[in-house]
């Protein structure tokens, strides 16, 4: 594998900080150079220090600075960008709402503008130096819309598009659903629910919406399979590892809560679909298959590395032995 020198941005985010420890233990020959502006949606704790500093730089950036992206590429030889960072907070959090298009959107378009100069000669024709240079950026699930987040995504995946169709960018795409792991903000619903569930408050409620659900090690092996797999301009759709509602999902969080600490103990309702509350993909995605790749992770599997991980983060075990 050559060398790259990959612009990875949100890199102190969930699903960032992720990537950025899977490509540091897999490609030993990648300089990874991480930007983030530190939000309140930022852990800067995620990626303490790694091992492989001498492959690993940070700088705090906000994308909206055109200025700061363009100096990136004067302080690095950047082959490759992967494109993480987003406004993804609700609206109630964010207070202005020009936020979702201001970082969505015009950080998108700095960062296109940013490696279009770099590695573009003219239009429709590479750098020779950075032929295989490549624009990897993360989208939503087709299912995903309605809300300004998503319609801001949805703004910054169609220019994204024009820049390859108008000026020969290599661009692709990869397309996720809703992801869970190790990690994650805690505001959100899979670590939420386990600490309520952790402190004995965990409601189960009557139903709740529908997701599917993503472990974050699948995401990770995805991407990486479309940044170095996928042809250039395509979307392509990552499969889940298992859709369920609300409902289900704090069951299975209770029911390998009572096996972690008190043996076989419950199990979800055996009346659920599949025999054990997960529901498979009836129909095959809209858009492209990743290639060749297919969730590996079960989701029992998935979940319970996740519980086990904030047990530990939050040091419940010796509390909830007490109990």
Same mark, same amino acid.
């Given at each position: 594998?050559?060398?790259?020198?990959?612009?990875?941005?949100?890199?102190?985010?969930? *699903?960032? +900080?992720?990537?950025?420890h =899977?490509? $540091? !233990?897999?490609?030993?020959?990648?300089?990874?150079?991480?930007?983030?502006?530190?939000?309140?949606?930022?852990?800067?704790?995620?990626?303490?220090?790694?091992?492989?500093?001498n492959?690993?730089?940070?700088?705090?950036?906000?994308?909206?600075n055109?200025?700061?992206i363009?100096h990136?590429?004067?302080?690095?030889?950047?082959?490759?960008?992967i494109?993480f960072?987003?406004?993804?907070r609700?609206?109630?959090?964010v207070?202005?709402?020009?936020?979702y298009?201001?970082?969505?959107?015009?950080?998108?378009?700095?960062?296109?503008?940013a490696?279009?100069?770099?590695w573009?000669?003219g239009?429709?024709?590479?750098?020779?130096?950075?032929?295989a240079?490549?624009f990897?950026?993360?989208?939503?699930?087709?299912?995903?819309?309605?809300?300004?987040?998503?319609?801001?995504?949805?703004?910054?995946?169609?220019? *994204?598009? +024009?820049?390859?169709?108008? =000026?020969? $960018? !290599?661009?692709?795409?990869?397309?996720?659903?809703?992801?869970?792991?190790?990690?994650?903000?805690?505001?959100?619903?899979?670590?939420?629910?386990?600490?309520q569930?952790l402190?004995?408050?965990?409601v189960?409620?009557?139903?709740?919406?529908?997701?599917?659900?993503?472990?974050?090690?699948?995401?990770?092996?995805?991407?990486?399979?479309?940044?170095?797999?996928?042809?250039?301009?395509?979307?392509?759709?990552?499969?889940?590892?298992?859709?369920?509602?609300?409902?289900?999902?704090a069951?299975?969080?209770?029911?390998?809560?009572?096996?972690?600490f008190?043996?076989?103990?419950?199990?979800?309702?055996?009346n659920?679909?599949?025999?054990?509350?997960?529901?498979?993909?009836?129909?095959?995605?809209?858009?492209?298959?990743?290639?060749?790749?297919?969730?590996?992770?079960?989701f029992k599997?998935?979940?319970? *590395?996740?519980?086990?991980?904030?047990?530990?983060?939050?040091?419940y075990?010796?509390f909830?032995?007490?109990?």
């Amino acid at each position: 594998m050559s060398a790259k020198t990959i612009l990875i941005t949100g890199g102190h985010g969930f *699903i960032g +900080s992720n990537m950025i420890h =899977y490509y $540091l !233990n897999k490609y030993p020959d990648y300089q990874l150079v991480n930007i983030d502006y530190n939000t309140e949606a930022a852990n800067p704790d995620n990626i303490p220090c790694p091992d492989q500093a001498n492959r690993y730089s940070f700088h705090r950036v906000d994308i909206r600075n055109a200025y700061a992206i363009s100096h990136l590429f004067e302080l690095y030889d950047i082959t490759d960008i992967i494109h993480f960072a987003a406004e993804t907070r609700s609206q109630d959090r964010v207070g202005e709402i020009r936020l979702y298009e201001q970082t969505n959107v015009l950080g998108t378009m700095n960062l296109l503008h940013a490696a279009q100069s770099a590695w573009m000669a003219g239009p429709h024709q590479s750098n020779p130096k950075y032929a295989a240079s490549r624009f990897h950026h993360l989208s939503l699930a087709e299912t995903e819309c309605g809300t300004l987040y998503s319609e801001s995504k949805q703004r910054a995946g169609a220019m *994204i598009q +024009s820049f390859h169709r108008e =000026y020969g $960018l !290599n661009v692709v795409t990869t397309a996720s659903p809703e992801v869970f792991g190790p990690m994650q903000q805690e505001d959100e619903l899979v670590p939420r629910s386990i600490r309520q569930a952790l402190e004995g408050n965990l409601v189960i409620p009557e139903q709740g919406r529908q997701r599917n659900w993503l472990f974050i090690v699948d995401l990770c092996e995805a991407v990486d399979t479309v940044f170095h797999l996928g042809e250039a301009g395509s979307r392509y759709e990552i499969d889940y590892n298992a859709g369920l509602n609300d409902r289900e999902l704090a069951k299975h969080i209770t029911a390998l809560l009572n096996e972690h600490f008190q043996g076989p103990g419950s199990s979800p309702d055996r009346n659920e679909e599949n025999g054990d509350g997960l529901h498979s993909r009836a129909s095959p995605p809209v858009q492209k298959p990743v290639l060749g790749f297919a969730p590996f992770t079960p989701f029992k599997s998935g979940l319970r *590395i996740t519980l086990d991980w904030y047990i530990q983060k939050y040091k419940y075990a010796d509390f909830l032995r007490r109990r």
